[in-house]
Every structure is written in structure tokens, then in C-alpha cells.
């Protein structure tokens, strides 16, 4: 059930076409699983392996590299609350724990109606905005506990509309005319990538 | 991996204070190692690529802008290079390198099977912490998981050098075990419910530098320092060399010895956990006759009842005795040493007078193909540039480090592979070009590809193809690696296929053979008309008259005819050297019919075997751990077989065994010992003249019998014609695989659970298109007869052919084999039998 659907299955075959090597797709791939299930569960590496033709071990080891794969229930609202240095020194550990009492769940566990989880993640990327956390992936910027409740609040409410459920499929899809595609038109005239030579992984 | 030695001229470096010459070019730690100088490593392996994982292996190299820190295996030497491998900085770095790598580490060494020989254990006391800084929590893991039926996975005591890891996906191809998960999580692990099905998952317990991963047939059986060990020779076709590591006389382990020509340190499964079956229960320890009661030979009594040596022999000596030569056969010896052929040979030949001596069983190439062609070895093959044209089933089954040569050669080398398979194999993959034409057409696809003169398309092969393939023929050295590809061809297309190349310029062959020591029997003369040293019984009886005297004047029959005469009841006496024409020889029929009539059977075996069963009389041989000997493998390599432990009971080498029949009639065989067969042979035959059997041991590629030609190659005369399968048939395919109902896997408690179950193997083009169930029953037949087998899709077999691998539990395939036919086409009733 949880391969991807056949809506996604053609999705996934579009994807798969802008590569000159199927394995470059696994990413993407991962992506559109995790907005399929709001997780990426074992039959769709499975399935993934299939389509981009490695091993399923090869796609556990790319999926569990990265954090943002989750590969177990997740709430409908996930939440990252950054503690990298900057966030860190500016309170991250305070946000961490107001988290945990106000949703009254632990890191890593999912609220009772489903809502929501959190977990504590690195440095994202917006030290500026210290503390910062994301919510399914979408940045909230210097929050105060206050700020954190009320989030919650509205995400609980509805009255969010910014922020799509997980594992909501994207509204935009990558659409790349082939005029536009970067590099040579014919990928056969192409000298391959250093990586694939250093691999000889093209011969 | 192989480096690819573009500059082989010497340049000078310095290495902790001393001037050296080293290869240009070269890893830096490869370099210290060959002058004298150990570096410390984990993730290091020369066969492997470098990744630096480690950071055991750094050294303070000076290019002339000042000492900086580098990991000596990620960096190769150069002109002038100052090397210190010793300095008070690289002190401190192991020492920190070993804290780090400690941190996590249970430090269980007492209960660890690794302690002793460990990587990590040794270099702690050499270089390492005395004390642990660490008070915080380790990891924790589950300890030991299997990650197949062999292999236990112990993620504490792993130091995430990643060689198991790269030796799965890089030398066997089989990514199955990756790193999972990241930073402080990271582990070592397969997919959930997906385990390391490897056929070759022993290497890296073996290449496992800490006791991360362990194998089950060894868990908690020994401790290192008990172990006694020799080096020695699997009894393969391609002989790989091992190390045969024991403790009070019982084999507990198996170990790859890193062999430059053959093995590169790689075993299979198969024939590392094989050692399991020499020791069974099964192993037979006395000799059997048929009869009533202990030592009362009957030959009308039913059962194989134990017997003395003397029992048995007599039994021998009154067949044998006054026996017209003519009415005395052999079948077999490739599980013999080169001095036990060499002693069977005599006593067949030169004592007993029969020249119905085989050691095939009809499921080989020729002799004259196997000795006649100008023969490879694999490292010729295997060099930059190079065309290797393969005539041959999945190597991965059959030749597992033969099949691991080749890809390394394909992926690391540039040699470009043009695969003619009946169908997909694992080196497919890594082919510059990949054909698969249907059994019976290969003669006219090589034509086809060597002359250039491309038709259309051959049997769905299409003429691009074909032209492609005949490209990477030209300008360039060809090498044909070739065996019998499937049963359900005969031999005559693959003589054709090598007529053909043979016209092609300085094209040189390396045939396989199925069994063992094939490649030895024929140089000791086990095959009609042959003698040993590749001489002829017609040219070559005055070299060995006198010490062979009753040598027969006619050529002998092969296994065939042998079996043949048999079923006509012309033979009286059927010596069966560790050969099971039953469970092998294609047809099963005639070799039945030809046991039932034949007086006595007289088998000298390991086991018992279907045909060993039928004996009259079953003597117990000593087996490759058990015996002093020599192996010649494929190339012609002869490399040392090693005593390691006391055969069982009161098993014999099979040399002793020929000894002793001799004796008993009224001639000495002049052999008291394997070093008294190089002695006599050694003055006669001039292939072996020049190998000094004491200095074996030290050759570390053993010794190459290069001689070709003496036996020449017959080439094909007449073409054989393609014919189209017809829309209602398929053509059939019997392939083999790596674990079947051998003996070796079936007495091997680690291996039989690893055998399938017979299955016919189509398309899914084909499986659709005939509208079956996958797994249901399905009737096959060919000819008059017909088997009952489930069917399974199997992609790799191409469109309009069937996949059966022989001698698997269930339905036997050979049943549907046609005497005389170049093709088997086979017809499937896909109706549901409701017995199934
Ligand atoms: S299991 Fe052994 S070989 Fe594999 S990464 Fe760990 S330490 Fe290295
Ligand atoms: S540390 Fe939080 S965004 Fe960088
Ligand atoms: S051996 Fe060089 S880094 Fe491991």
C-alpha cells in the first residue's frame, strides 16, 4: 500500500527522466514518498530501489543519512526545533522544553489527536533568526514561547493556512522545459560527471 | 583493486631517514610496507579502493614545503618524498586515533573470536591508550545479528572501517550490507528482512579488522593461538589457494590466501564452508562391501555392509584377476590429487591393461579442446585493453573468483568483455557487449562477429550488435574464456564458435572445466588415449613401457562409450574415482542401465553417493585436507595440496589405494610417496620436466605448465543451422548453481539449507504470453518425456528460452535432454495440475 501510488508512480517516471543516471533520482524520489505516506516506509524504498535500480540496502542508506527522511510516524505537524550554536545560545534549550510541556509529549513522540511531534535538529540555515525552528519544513523565525503556543494554536485551529500538512504532496511541481535543461541538449555527448569517472561507475 | 602501472620506473624517497627506491606511482603505504617499514591500518586493502576512513595509517610526509600529516594510504609517492613514520607527532595521532576508535568499543576481547588475531587488539597494545578518558555511555546495539545464515553482525564492536561494506558493492557486487543511518548512529546494517545473500559473504568476516563479523561454522570454536595452520589448495577448477587453519586434528576454518595469479585472497561460500562436509558423520571412514556380515564378502547379499581393507581387496583381486584388460573400465579422478591420477593412471593402464580410462562425465569440453588451444592464464587475460569474449554460463556460480577477476578487469582495467551467455549473468552488467543467443546458435553469432560478414540480425541477436561486438575484436588482444555453457546445448556449436576465433589474430583460450582437478587428469593421462605429460598412447608408449608394461595398444572408450559397453554388458569391472555418473552424466538412463549390468562396481569416494550406493564395493579415500598432493587448475597452474589433519577412520589417499591393488596383483607400483610420482614422471614427460616438486610450496604462484599443441584441437567441420523456435516452444537452458545437491553443499550443514528447489525460469514476456500462475505446476516435455515443475519469472532469461538448473531438489531436467541434439526445444502445458 504504501509504494507509491499510481498517480505517483507517473510522477516518480517524470523524474526519473531528467537523469542521465536513474541513481540521481533517489532523492527526489525519497521526497515524493515522504509528501505520499508523510513517511518513508520500507515497501517504498522497496519500491524506489525498483525504479532507480540499486539495492534496497543502497536506498536505507541514502534515506537514514538524511534527518529529513523520517522513516517513522511523524505528527501532521512536525516540528524542528533548531539547536544549533546560534539558536542555542539564544534560548533553543528553552524552546525545547516549552515544547515538550506544552504539547506534553516527549521529543521524537506524537501528541494524542496526531497533530503534532518535534525534535530537536542542527543548525538550519537561518542563524540570523535565532531561535528558529520549521514546521513541516516551513521557517518560523525568533520564537518566543508565547509565539509557540499560539502556532500551535492556530496550526490546531485551522487558522494556519501557510502551513500544508506532512506529507501533503507538493502544490508545485520541478517543470523543466527541455530548452531550459541545464547542460549539453543530447546527454550521450556528454562527458560524464568526474564523480561517475572517479567511480567508474560509467563504464 | 588493481593499479593500473602506467610508469614502472623507479624514483627515489625517504623513508624514516633511509633512502629507498619505490615504484612511481604507488600508495604511499604500499611503499613503506615493501621497504621494510609497517604502518598501522584498519580500512586499508590493497584489492580494495582507498577511503580513508580510518586515519590509522597517517605519517608525516614532506614534499618540500614542510612536514604536513596525510594518511599514507590516500596518497601515492613521489620524487623525493621524506616519509616519517615515527615521529613524536604520529605517536600522539595513533594514540589518539586508537582512543577515538576505543570510545564506542565494548571491549569484549575474552568473548570475542577475533581476540588474538585482531587488528584493533594488536594495534592498541603496540601504539595505542593504555586508559580510556572516555566515562561517558557507549553505544548499544543488539549483539550479534545474523545478516544471513552464516554471517552474525556485532555493530558495538565495529569500527566502521567500511571494508565489508566496499567489498560488497565494489568486488562482488552485491550492495546488500550499506552504513545506515549518520554521525554517532551510524551503523552497519542490511534492509529490514532483506539479508547479505552473498555467495561470497565469508570474505568479510575474514576482511572484518575488529571481531564485528563473525561466521557461524567458527563462533566460539577456537581461540587463535590454538590454531595450526598450512597453505594449501581448494580442489576447484580454479584451484584458489587457502589456508587451511586447524586445532587438534579437526579443520575449523578456511581462510583465502591472497594468490597475485588466482585468487587474490577471495573465496565463494561454497568452498569456504565447505570444510564442514570432509567432517561430517557422512564421510565415509571404512570400506563397504556388498553382503551379509562384517568381513563375509557376498557379492549376491543386498546391502553395503562394513569390511576390512583385506575384504575389500580381495573381492578387487578376484574381478580383477585373469580380467580381459578390455572388460575393465574407470570413470572419474578429477577430485584426485595430480600424483593420485598419476598412480591411477598407471595401474589402469600399465598394470590392469585397460585404456577405458575417463575422467569426464560427459559434461565437459573435450580433451582436445581443453589441451589443444593455446592456453591464458587469467592475469594475461585480465590486462588493460584488452577483449575478453566469454563462452560461458554465469561465472558467478560456477567460478566465483574467476567471476570476481572479470569484473574487476571490466570495471578497473578497461578490458572489454563481450559476453555470449544463454542468458543474463552477473557480468552483464559490466560487458561492453552482452548477447545471449539461443542454445545451439552460438556457433554462427562468433562467425558472424570474427569474419565481420554481420548478417540481419541471428535469432533475435541484431546486426548492430553483432557489428559492435566484432569492433572490439579488431586491434587489440583477444583472450576466450570458455566452458560448457549449458547441458541443453551439446558440444559441437561451441567447437564451431572456436574454430572461428581461432582465426583470429594471437587469440589465445582459457577453457574451464567442471570439476576439480579435470585439467590434471588429462595431464596424467586419465582420458582415452592420452598418457601422461600430454603424450599419446600411440606416440608416447615407448616412454613409459617399461615402467608401465602392460600398456594397451588400442585407444579406450570416453565415459560415454564406457557406459555404453557397460549397459551392453561388456564390462566386468567399473572403477568409479569419486565420480557419480547417476546424479551426472546427462543421461541418466544409460548410466542406470549401465550400473545394473556391470559385475562389480568398485567406488573409491568420499561419500555415498547415488552411484557410490550401487557399489559392490566402496573404498574410503582421503580428502584434500587429509592428503600430501598437488592441484593443476585451469590455466595449468600446479599448486601445492596440503596435509592438515588425519583422514577419518581408516581412509586412504587414493595414490595408496592404487598402491595397494597393484601389489595385490603381483606388481609394485613404485610408489611409496607423492614425491616418488614427480621423481618417475619427472625423466619422462617433458611437460612437467622442469617443476621441482620440493620447491613447490615456495613458488607463490605455484608452477605453470605452459606447454600447447601436443594435442591438437579438432575444429568443427560441418555448420550447424539455426533453427527458429516455434511459437509453442521455448529453448531450453540447464543452467547450474552455486549451492545444489552436490555433496559438498548437501554434507555441509552450513550450506544445504541454501540449495533451492527446481524451477523452470521464463520471461516475463513469455509468462504472460502463455498465461501461467506464477509458482503453479506446470507439465514440461520435450521429445517422448515430460517432467512436472513449478514456474518462476525470471527476467534475465531472454524471450523464447527456459531456465531448468540441473541437480536441484525436485524435478530433474535431465530428463528432457534428446541423445544426438544440438538444441533442446521444450513444450509447456500450463494447465494446472490438481495434484500440485
Ligand atoms: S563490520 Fe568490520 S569490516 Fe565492516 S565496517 Fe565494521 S569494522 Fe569494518
Ligand atoms: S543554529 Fe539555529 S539556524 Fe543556525
Ligand atoms: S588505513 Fe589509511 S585511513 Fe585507514
Excluded at chain 1, 7 to 24: D, F, G, M, T, V
Excluded at chain 2, 232 to 240: A, E, K, V
Aim: glycine share 8%; aromatic share 6%.
Amino acid at each position: 500500500m504504501s509504494r507509491l501510488n499510481e498517480e505517483n508512480l507517473r510522477i516518480a517516471r517524470q523524474i526519473l527522466s531528467r537523469y542521465p543516471k536513474k541513481k540521481s533520482a533517489l532523492i527526489p524520489l525519497l521526497h515524493l514518498s515522504q509528501e505520499q505516506n508523510g513517511m518513508v516506509t520500507n515497501e517504498a524504498m522497496e519500491h524506489i530501489a525498483e525504479l532507480v535500480e540499486v539495492t534496497p540496502a543502497e536506498v536505507l542508506g541514502t534515506c537514514s543519512f538524511y534527518e529529513m527522511f523520517k522513516r517513522h510516524p511523524v505528527g501532521e505537524y512536525q516540528i524542528n526545533i533548531c539547536h544549533g550554536i546560534s539558536c542555542h545560545l539564544l534560548g533553543a534549550e528553552d524552546v525545547l522544553e516549552h515544547a515538550e510541556k506544552s504539547l506534553g509529549v516527549k521529543e521524537g513522540e506524537i501528541t494524542q489527536d496526531g497533530k503534532f511531534s518535534f525534535e530537536g535538529v542542527e543548525c538550519i540555515a537561518a542563524c540570523t533568526e535565532a531561535p528558529c525552528l520549521q514546521v513541516n519544513y516551513r521557517y518560523v523565525n525568533r520564537v518566543s514561547s508565547d509565539e509557540f503556543d499560539q502556532l500551535v494554536t492556530d496550526l490546531k485551529n485551522g487558522q494556519n493556512t501557510q502551513i500544508p500538512k506532512h506529507g501533503t504532496l507538493a502544490k508545485t511541481r520541478q517543470n523543466i522545459q527541455s530548452e531550459k535543461l541545464a547542460g549539453p541538449a543530447e546527454v550521450e555527448s556528454a562527458s560524464p560527471p568526474v564523480w561517475l569517472q572517479r567511480n567508474k561507475e560509467d563504464q | 583493486m588493481t593499479e593500473i602501472q602506467q610508469d614502472s620506473d623507479l624514483i627515489s624517497v625517504t623513508i624514516d631517514g633511509q633512502e629507498v627506491k619505490v615504484k612511481s606511482g604507488e600508495v604511499l603505504i604500499d611503499a613503506c610496507e615493501e621497504a621494510g617499514v609497517d604502518i598501522p591500518r584498519f580500512c586499508y586493502h590493497k584489492r580494495m579502493s582507498q577511503v580513508g576512513m580510518c586515519r590509522m595509517c597517517i605519517v608525516e610526509v614532506d614534499t618540500g614545503r614542510g612536514p604536513s600529516l596525510q594518511p599514507s594510504c590516500m596518497m601515492d609517492v613521489s620524487e623525493g618524498m621524506v616519509i616519517d613514520t615515527q615521529s613524536e607527532e604520529i605517536k600522539k595521532i595513533q594514540d589518539g586515533v586508537l582512543e577515538f576508535l576505543l570510545i564506542n568499543h565494548p571491549l569484549d576481547c575474552p568473548v570475542c573470536d577475533k581476540g588474538g588475531e585482531c587488528p584493533l587488539q594488536d594495534q592498541t597494545m603496540a601504539y595505542g591508550p593504555g586508559e580510556t578518558r572516555f566515562v561517558e555511555e557507549k553505544r548499544h546495539f543488539e549483539k550479534p545479528i545474523p545478516i544471513n545464515d552464516n554471517v552474525y553482525l556485532d555493530r558495538e564492536r565495529c569500527i566502521l572501517c567500511d571494508r565489508c561494506t566496499r567489498f560488497a558493492d565494489e568486488v562482488v557486487g552485491d550492495p546488500l550490507i550499506q552504513f545506515i543511518d549518520r554521525g554517532n548512529s551510524t551503523q552497519v546494517n542490511t534492509f529490514p528482512e532483506d539479508p547479505f545473500a552473498s555467495y561470497f559473504s565469508g570474505n568479510i568476516v575474514q576482511l572484518c579488522p575488529v571481531g564485528a563479523l563473525t561466521a557461524k561454522p567458527y563462533r566460539f570454536k577456537a581461540r587463535p593461538w590454538d590454531l595450526e595452520e598450512i597453505e594449501s589448495t581448494y580442489p576447484n577448477p580454479l584451484g584458489d589457494r587457502i589456508v587451511v587453519q586447524s586445532s587438534r586434528d579437526q579443520v575449523l576454518r578456511l581462510q583465502g590466501l591472497d594468490s597475485e595469479a588466482v585468487n587474490w585472497g577471495w573465496l565463494s561460500d561454497k568452498d569456504r564452508f565447505s570444510f564442514e562436509a570432509f567432517q561430517s558423520e557422512y564421510r565415509l571412514d571404512n570400506p563397504l562391501v556388498r553382503g551379509g556380515g562384517l568381513n563375509k564378502a557376498d557379492k549376491s547379499g543386498t546391502g553395503l555392509v562394513a569390511s576390512s581393507w583385506a575384504g575389500a581387496m580381495s573381492i578387487i583381486t578376484e574381478s580383477l584377476n585373469g580380467a580381459d584388460p578390455d572388460r575393465v573400465a574407470v570413470i572419474g579422478g578429477a577430485r584426485l590429487t595430480n600424483e593420485s591420477q598419476y598412480a591411477w593412471a598407471k595401474l589402469a593402464k600399465g598394470i590392469i591393461g585397460t585404456d577405458h580410462v575417463s575422467a569426464d562425465l560427459g559434461d565437459d569440453l573435450q580433451p582436445h579442446v581443453l589441451l589443444g588451444l593455446p592456453r591464458a592464464t587469467i592475469s594475461e587475460a585480465c590486462q588493460p585493453n584488452n577483449t575478453i569474449v566469454l563462452l560461458t554460463p554465469d561465472l558467478k556460480e560456477e567460478y566465483g573468483t574467476l567471476f570476481i577477476r572479470l569484473r574487476d578487469a571490466a570495471k578497473n582495467l578497461g578490458v572489454k568483455i563481450i559476453e555470449l551467455s544463454p542468458m543474463r549473468t552477473a557480468l552483464s552488467a559490466d560487458a561492453a557487449v552482452s548477447l545471449h543467443p539461443l542454445p545451439g546458435e552460438i556457433g554462427n553469432v562468433v562467425q558472424a562477429i570474427t569474419t565481420g560478414d554481420i548478417p540481419r540480425e541471428i535469432g533475435g541477436i541484431s546486426g548492430e550488435d553483432l557489428s559492435l561486438a566484432h569492433s572490439h575484436l579488431k586491434d587489440t588482444n583477444v583472450f576466450v574464456i570458455v566452458s560448457r555453457s549449458s547441458m541443453g546445448q551439446s558440444e559441437e556449436p561451441i567447437i564451431e564458435a572456436l574454430t572461428s576465433l581461432q582465426e583470429v589474430d594471437n587469440c589465445r583460450f582459457l577453457p574451464l572445466v567442471r570439476r576439480a582437478n579435470t585439467m590434471g587428469a588429462l595431464d596424467m593421462g586419465m582420458a582415452p588415449g592420452l598418457l601422461p605429460g600430454r603424450n599419446t598412447l600411440s606416440s608416447g608408449s615407448s616412454v613409459f613401457s617399461d615402467i608401465w608394461p602392460n600398456l594397451p595398444t588400442e585407444s579406450g572408450a570416453n565415459t560415454k562409450q564406457i557406459l555404453q559397453k557397460a549397459a551392453d554388458g561388456d564390462i566386468d569391472t567399473l572403477f568409479l574415482l569419486g565420480a557419480d555418473p547417476l546424479t551426472d552424466f546427462p543421461d541418466k538412463a544409460l548410466a542406470k542401465a549401465a550400473l545394473e549390468r556391470t559385475n562389480t562396481i568398485i567406488s573409491v569416494d568420499l561419500f555415498v553417493t547415488p552411484s557410490v550406493y550401487e557399489s559392490d564395493v566402496v573404498l574410503p579415500a582421503a580428502s584434500f585436507l587429509e592428503a600430501d598432493g598437488s592441484h593443476t587448475n585451469v590455466e595449468g597452474r600446479i599448486t601445492p595440496i596440503r596435509q592438515k589433519i588425519t583422514p577419518p577412520g581408516t581412509a586412504r589417499p587414493d595414490w595408496m589405494i592404487a598402491a595397494e591393488i597393484s601389489h595385490r596383483l603381483g606388481h609394485d607400483l613404485g610408489v611409496d610417496t607423492p614425491e616418488d610420482i614427480w621423481e618417475e614422471l619427472g625423466s619422462r614427460s617433458a611437460v612437467h620436466g622442469d617443476l621441482d616438486y620440493r620447491k613447490l610450496d615456495h613458488l607463490p604462484d605455484g608452477h605453470l605448465i605452459t606447454a600447447t599443441g601436443r594435442i591438437p584441437f579438432i575444429p568443427a567441420e560441418e555448420r550447424i543451422e539455426t533453427r527458429p523456435v516455434d511459437s509453442y516452444a521455448m529453448r531450453l537452458i540447464l543452467g547450474r548453481r552455486m549451492f545444489d545437491q552436490g555433496t559438498v553443499t548437501q554434507m555441509s550443514p552450513s550450506l544445504t539449507q541454501l540449495a533451492e528447489k527446481s524451477e523452470l525460469r521464463i520471461n516475463q514476456y513469455d509468462f504472460e504470453r502463455l498465461g501461467i500462475i506464477e509458482g503453479a505446476q506446470v507439465e514440461v516435455s520435450s521429445g517422448g518425456a515430460s517432467i512436472s515443475i513449478s514456474v518462476k519469472v525470471d527476467n534475465r532469461v531472454r524471450r523464447s528460452s527456459a531456465l531448468i538448473y540441473s541437480n536441484l531438489e525436485g524435478a530433474d531436467p535431465r530428463e528432457l535432454l534428446i541423445e544426438g541434439a544440438h538444441s533442446i526445444d521444450i513444450r509447456i502445458d500450463p494447465t494446472v495440475k490438481e495434484s500440485a
